[in-house]
């Protein structure tokens, strides 16, 4: 079972079709006990960091996500959800994210000709080898709506998307998987990264 994190923030229902149109069954949750028996978790988001970050805390559920990760459950952060995957966030002042990949969120700085928030599709640049890539090549385009990115990541780092610079894409330590372009929206790619998730086993 692959449950989808409902912690009152993100696209959820629109991730869940799309793991249907890849042959799996996911449940909307964000019921403790239904997400300890899940086989894989997946942590969506949109809108600001700081108010998902509140509630996820508030909720319980960071805590949640943190037990399960530590006992080698994969975990795929979409959007929003990856940048919580990580140390803090300076959306509107310095908030705290899980602590599950080194490295920080800031806002996307480059020149005044490239609009933000960054929005379209751009091109995956490989880094490194991951199982999110078993179906999919470099130059492959997926579809992004983000001002945040995140930096300082270099040991995670997967995949980068060119624009103006390289903004951090895709992202993996261990178990723990983050996209920030939304695969749910990103066509036939999105779907085979989301497929390729879902077999992720004891291969990590």
Not at 141 to 163: K, M, P, R
Request: charge should be negative; hydrophobic fraction near 40%; glycine fraction near 10%.
């Amino acid at each position: 079972m692959i449950a989808i994190i409902d912690y009152g923030v993100g696209n959820l229902f629109s991730l869940q079709s799309s793991f249907k149109a890849v042959g799996y069954q996911t449940v909307v949750t964000g019921d403790k006990e239904i997400i300890a028996k899940a086989d894989k978790l997946i942590l969506p988001g949109v809108g600001a960091f700081p108010d998902a970050s509140e509630k996820l805390f508030s909720s319980g559920l960071a805590d949640v996500v943190k037990e399960q990760v530590a006992l080698g459950k994969p975990l795929l952060g979409v959007c929003l959800g990856m940048q919580l995957l990580f140390s803090e966030s300076h959306e509107y002042g310095v908030s705290p994210g899980l602590g599950l990949i080194d490295g920080k969120v800031v806002f996307i700085d480059i020149p005044k000709e490239y609009k933000i928030p960054h929005i379209g599709w751009n091109a995956l640049q490989f880094k490194k080898q991951s199982p999110l890539l078993k179906y999919v090549k470099e130059g492959d385009c997926v579809y992004f709506v983000h001002s945040y990115h995140a930096v300082d990541c270099e040991n995670s780092l997967v995949a980068t998307a060119e624009y103006s610079k390289d903004l951090t894409a895709i992202v993996q330590k261990g178990n723990v998987f983050g996209c920030q372009f939304h695969p749910e929206k990103s066509g036939q790619v999105g779907l085979n990264i989301l497929k390729a998730f879902c077999e992720i086993g004891g291969e990590l």
